[in-house]
């Protein structure tokens, strides 16, 4: 199976949402083989360790990069939404360095690393679209790092919050001010190293000031300028073509 059979515009739509694609690049992409799996919620696609021969294409559902401490201590490090590739940075470094594992049952297309070196050496700017990719990855990294280290948990959370919408925004997976966020608040307590208790009163506190409703799945943004003001939220590290427009 290749990407174009399984789904296209998904993953275009990403690419594209970072570096500028010609229709010879889309059909290069469109024609890359696909291993397509299915993992459920909770589930280890790839362990701190490995040494994959593949990247995983994330094609539905929501993924977490995180690491584990001695005591068994998670801490979210990263997620990608559909469109995303997670590991990418394995075509150069052959061993994985943390976990990536489902927040929720996902459908991912396992890439050869073979066929991708081969596409990049054909069309050098799909190559310097892959770099651009895990150079974006490092970029919110880094403010992740800020986030967690210097930010108090109204902000964390706003800045969270507004991080993903702006991703999901940015491959056509939000209605509106609205989209699906269907993370417990344990998961968001270990990407904030806040408690569930902590990550309960702080969501209260933004519905009480109309910022957001979260409930049922979905994310309401009532008031996303408010939200990034009280998060410092500022969407150039995430180095969106469309926001630089």
């Given at each position: 199976?290749?990407?174009g059979e399984?789904?296209?515009?998904?993953?275009?739509?990403?690419l594209?949402?970072v570096?500028?694609?010609?229709d010879?690049?889309r059909d290069?992409i469109?024609?890359l083989p696909?291993?397509?799996r299915?993992f459920?919620k909770g589930?280890?696609v790839a362990?701190?360790?490995?040494q994959?021969s593949?990247?995983?294409?994330l094609?539905?559902?929501?993924?977490?990069?995180y690491?584990v401490?001695g005591e068994?201590?998670?801490?979210?490090?990263a997620?990608?939404v559909?469109?995303?590739?997670?590991?990418?940075?394995?075509?150069?470094?052959?061993?994985?360095?943390?976990?990536l594992?489902t927040l929720?049952p996902c459908t991912i297309g396992l890439?050869?690393?073979?066929?991708?070196?081969r596409?990049?050496?054909?069309?050098p700017?799909?190559?310097t679209?892959?770099?651009?990719e895990?150079?974006?990855?490092?970029s919110?990294?880094?403010?992740?790092v800020?986030n967690?280290?210097?930010?108090?948990?109204?902000g964390?959370l706003?800045?969270?919050f507004?991080?993903?919408f702006?991703?999901?925004?940015a491959v056509?997976l939000?209605q509106?001010?609205?989209?699906?966020?269907?993370?417990s608040?344990?998961?968001?307590?270990d990407?904030?190293?806040l408690?569930?208790?902590h990550?309960?009163?702080t969501?209260?506190?933004m519905r009480e000031?109309?910022?957001?409703?979260?409930?049922?799945?979905?994310?309401?943004?009532s008031?996303?300028?408010?939200?990034?003001?009280?998060?410092e939220?500022?969407?150039?590290?995430?180095?969106?073509?469309e926001l630089a427009?």
């Amino acid at each position: 199976m290749t990407v174009g059979e399984h789904t296209s515009e998904i993953v275009i739509r990403k690419l594209q949402s970072v570096h500028p694609l010609t229709d010879e690049e889309r059909d290069a992409i469109l024609g890359l083989p696909l291993q397509i799996r299915r993992f459920g919620k909770g589930q280890d696609v790839a362990r701190e360790g490995d040494q994959p021969s593949h990247s995983c294409l994330l094609l539905e559902g929501w993924m977490q990069r995180y690491k584990v401490l001695g005591e068994g201590k998670r801490q979210i490090i990263a997620i990608a939404v559909p469109g995303d590739m997670p590991d990418l940075q394995t075509l150069h470094l052959e061993m994985m360095d943390h976990n990536l594992g489902t927040l929720t049952p996902c459908t991912i297309g396992l890439v050869p690393h073979t066929a991708l070196r081969r596409v990049a050496a054909d069309y050098p700017r799909l190559a310097t679209a892959f770099w651009r990719e895990t150079l974006v990855d490092g970029s919110i990294t880094r403010e992740w790092v800020l986030n967690v280290g210097s930010r108090v948990a109204y902000g964390r959370l706003a800045h969270l919050f507004c991080e993903i919408f702006v991703r999901m925004r940015a491959v056509g997976l939000t209605q509106g001010d609205t989209m699906d966020f269907p993370l417990s608040q344990a998961v968001i307590g270990d990407m904030t190293a806040l408690s569930n208790v902590h990550v309960n009163r702080t969501i209260m506190a933004m519905r009480e000031r109309s910022m957001v409703i979260l409930e049922r799945g979905k994310l309401t943004i009532s008031d996303f300028s408010g939200l990034a003001e009280a998060a410092e939220f500022r969407s150039d590290y995430l180095h969106l073509r469309e926001l630089a427009a």
